[in-house]
């Protein structure tokens, strides 16, 4: 595989940290020679051995290509050479100890060493470790000439080995079969990328060098989305050549409608893989290894298959993005041929992407062009018939003309797993700006952002717009929406060919904007996105008299906020056809915009702002105050070598984050000399990350790592990480790359924050982290040289403190009922499942971290691990119909009633309206009855709702249908703390059929304006707040378990509410309205 593809790739799967999210057992047959063939060579191997053996293999990279990189290896199959005419074991087996360690390799299958230490590079992980049993005749022996044994049962792996690419080393010990002889396994002959080495001692340091076992490996795929959704698990009607199996010169194009590819936006595809029809018989494909010397793919946004043309250039939109282009490679039978229609085949070479393409939403279009396989046999890849495009959302044009064809004839289009990476929190935190129009309709309106012809905007937002998201935040994207009472926005596609956007701090504050473009331009500009746009059909929704946000702009380069007003800088060629009217809003101090009607002008004139909704990953900084890099650096942390460090961060440096959020990942840079690290992909075999509240403060850390750790640690991130080539750039710049994606979320509950970080030895130096002195009293760090060190020194020595410069990232949001934060509830419940209503009343007790006046921005459910469910959908899942209204409650959760209109109280808004699309893995399962399921997937409304205190009803209407046991997290009695209705059968219902309890539903939102001092959360600082800070007061320190959640009365973040938070109050209290 070419080096480039796997550096690209394996940062998206490692750093993110989306492997498996949605996924299913796969297999690969490795040599791929040995798909539904007896190979020439045998020997003992993996588990034939009567007594103790060494056995280890040499993989090379080509070899493996049957596994997308990003997959979780999770064990193996062997199967018995067909000159063995009896089954084996002729009696049970018990092998007493069994080890298998994996590693990349040091040599290749043609260079193999016999000293077993020289095939080994970097750190083996230990994926098998003790005995297991194998019964009388799991191995056939009913085969012969070329028909190879069936494959035995699976040797699985105590814990899975993440995938990254590249060649493998498989190192096996073990104490024997016991049995009087030993028994020859199939083997590869020679010549296919694979070799072993063989000792008859567990310890040898030599061995024999000779031919590998026949392996089938079993492994869970990384996130994919299988196009058509209705062929994931049954054979297509037809077959398609195009793509790969052509004997000749191919041009060959198919376009995928928005809703059959189920890839969220914003997600990056990162690879593809085919499958074998039936109609090729038994015999896997190619049969003989098949060299390209010259294979392209570009991805690119598309026409919608019903719009398909037999021109080429008519299909598709925009520009195109090179992802694969070079010489490949298809080895002998890589696409197996093992089952009979209606059961589909094992897919076969991944095809991973040189150039990683953001999707940005829409139908999808694919062009690939080869000079053809040469090869005798044609391969049939599995299909659809292209006249199903309208229920598939598939469709292809075929030319064997020329690879630069102008034209072709419509055609099938394969079954294709697509494989992604998708951040399914990305933009889930709003900011409204102004923050007033929320939920308000603006006093003007204003078309420059989307109009037919060229414009360039500028559109400036105060400051004090983002006063509640912390420095370090980062933008992805911004929304607007339509003027009150216009119809839904474009007719018909909307394509600019050249749209951008530059996002920086500006220079000068609304209401006083220089005419000069460029002189309101921060040094620290970010081109956002740059390129051909395409707003699909319908897309920016109308009808309201307050519209909602329907369509984000997704940013292809983040800007990371760091205080300030901010500049929205959009310069765009026009589409050529339509407009439309935007809300927006007359200048103000709060927003102020310049326009110019070209694309290129230097100086524009005043105009009416259009008001925006800022997408945005909160993030937040340690320190908080956090200035240029310097050039000192902590010599350890990710570098060629065991190291251990932790961190106290005080409550005041976490400020912005409110109590019950989610922190989710974590961020470091580079030394102000540093360059863009690391030089290549590194990779770590073990990486351990736990975060909890700390036990002790900065100032009184210990340098006993166990001292400072909190009772609700919780282990974040554990396995192998791999930090792909670039990722900390250069320090000059002082921006952040994010290092880690937490596997599991910390629930921060206020208070001092104890990150502890364990790793053994990377491959390559990731960095020269920066460190940042005298951070006392904010916080300290403990360092020691080893992984399981339990202590260490305190870095930068015993005074004045110092720390790795870091950035987490995080979800302003809260779980209700609060307990259920880290607590599984007892009940799981359907109620996505098939068509129906339901209802949910929350007490305002739950819902204290939401200031009044702040806006609720969607809301999310988990996966009952109560109910035992797996991560669901396995396949993105379009919903026709998913309404949600949000009100204050009239009743209560114990007098809920089973009207539901008698449940919402004056001041309904909907919040989101119509068709919506479930991700694959969109509520992951925890694999444990009582740790409860991640809140991964967000529901994000296109309304905010504005909290004004008390209980809240939620209701929600849907045509959903998730497939059965896709149980959602709930109570099964109703409580004082929650309460739901349903009506299982009709979306429409005006009464329930169903009660239950509480359902945990994690809300997320922005907050308006901080007023801690308003402890009731009525928006008032006065004689209702007093008893409720009594009660802390005389509590005390808040790690009390009576002290209430996130401990709100302690003002002054120092983990006890005593007389210095009197003060403050009081001052608050004289002032009475909170802002």
Known sequence: MDTSTRRHVMGFFVCAGLCGAASFADHAVVPSSGNGIELSGNNQGTIGGDSARRFMMVIDAQALTGIPIGSTITGYRVRLNNGNTTAWPPSPVTISDYEVRISAAATTASTMSATFADNISGVQTLVMDGSFGIATNSYSAAAAGTTPEAFGPVIGFDRGFLYLGGSLCIDINYTGTGLTSAVFLDGSGGGEGVASCFA???????GGVGNGN???????????????????????PSGQEGPLGGPGVRRFQYNVDEAALGIPAGATILGMTFRLDSANGSIAWPPSDVAFSDYEIRLSQGVSTGAMSTTYAANIVGSQTLVVNGARTLNNGAFAAENASPTPEQ???????????????????????????????????????????????????????????????????????????????????????????????????VNSLVRDVARSVMIVDAADQFDTIAPGSRLVGHAARLDQSAAAWPGAAAVWSSYRIDVSRSVNLPGALSTTFANNVGADVVTAYSGALVIPANALKGGGSNNPFSYVFRYRNPYTYTGGPLNTYVRHTGNGATFAQLDGLNATSKIDALLATDSSSAVG?????????????????????????????????????????????????????????????????????????????????????????????????????????GADAVVVYDGALGVSAGTLPPGSTGAFGRVVKFQKAFVYKGGNLCVMVRHQKFTLDVGQCETVSSTLPGARSVFGGTFGAGSGSYLGGATGGTIAAARFGYVPSVMTPNSFATVEADNGFEFLSQA????????????????????????????????????????????????????????????????????????????????????????????????????????????????????????????????????????????????????????????????????????????????????????????????????????????????????????????????????????AYNELLCP
């Open 347 to 445: 897919y076969g070479t991944a095809i991973m992407f040189q150039v990683p393409y953001l999707y940005l939403g829409g139908d999808l279009c694919v062009d690939i062009n080869h000079p053809g396989t040469g090869a005798g046999v044609t391969g049939f890849l599995d299909a659809a018939v292209n006249n199903d495009y309208p229920t598939t959302g598939v469709r292809g044009v075929y030319s064997s003309v020329s690879r630069t064809a102008a034209t072709g004839s419509l055609t099938n289009a394969p079954v294709t797993r697509f494989i992604y990476a998708a951040d399914l929190r990305r933009g889930v935190t709003k900011v409204f700006a102004p923050e007033d129009t929320a939920s308000a309709e603006g006093d003007s309106n």
């Open 836 to 1067: 129906g209503a339901v209802q949910i009343i929350v007490p305002a007790s739950q819902l204290l971290p939401i200031d009044v006046g702040s806006a609720i921005t969607g809301m999310s459910f988990r996966n009952s691990a109560t109910g035992v469910a797996p991560t669901f959908p396995a396949a993105a899942l379009a919903v026709g119909r998913l309404d949600v209204t949000l009100a204050p409650a009239a009743r209560t959760p114990l007098t809920m009633s089973d009207t539901f209109a008698v449940n919402n109280g004056p001041g309904v808004v909907t919040v989101r309206q119509g068709a919506i699309v479930i991700p694959a893995g969109a509520f992951p399962a925890s694999g444990n009855f009582v740790i409860p399921g991640e809140n991964e997937w967000f529901i994000e409304f296109e309304r905010a709702f504005i909290y004004t205190g008390g209980p809240l009803c939620v209701t929600m209407r849907t045509t959903a249908n998730l497939p059965a046991f896709s149980y959602f997290d709930t109570e099964f009695t109703p409580s004082a703390l929650g309460a739901a209705r349903w009506n299982n059968t009709n979306p429409d219902a005006a009464t329930s059929n169903v009660t239950t309890g509480a359902v945990a539903v994690r809300f997320a939102f922005t907050a308006r304006a901080f007023c801690p001092w308003d402890l009731n959360n009525d928006g008032f600082v006065d004689d209702a707040d007093f008893p409720i800070f009594l009660n802390a007061y005389n509590i005390l320190d808040c790690a009390d378990g009576s002290m209430p959640f996130g401990c709100p009365a302690d003002f002054n973040h120092d983990g006890v509410v005593d007389d210095t938070d009197f003060q403050l109050f009081v001052v």
């Open 605 to 709: 004139t005043a105009t009416v702002p259009t008001i925006l909704r800022h997408e945005v990953d909160a993030a937040t900084t340690a320190p908080l105050s956090l200035g240029n890099p310097g050039n000192s650096y902590a010599a350890g942390l990710l570098r060629f070598g065991e190291y251990s460090y932790q961190v106290v961060i005080s409550a005041e440096q976490l400020r912005y984050i409110p109590a019950g959020s989610l922190i989710d990942s974590m961020w470091l840079r580079n030394q102000v000399g540093g360059p863009a690290s690391p030089a290549a992909d590194s990779i770590c075999p073990d990486f351990e990350l736990t975060l909890s509240t700390a036990a002790r403060t900065p100032t009184t850390m210990s340098t006993t790592y166990a001292v400072n750790q």
């Open 200 to 206: 008859t001692s567990r310890t040898a340091a030599t």
């Open 214 to 236: 026949v392996l089938r490996f079993e492994y869970t795929a990384p996130m994919n989305s299988i196009v058509p959704a209705s062929l994931a698990s049954a054979e297509g």
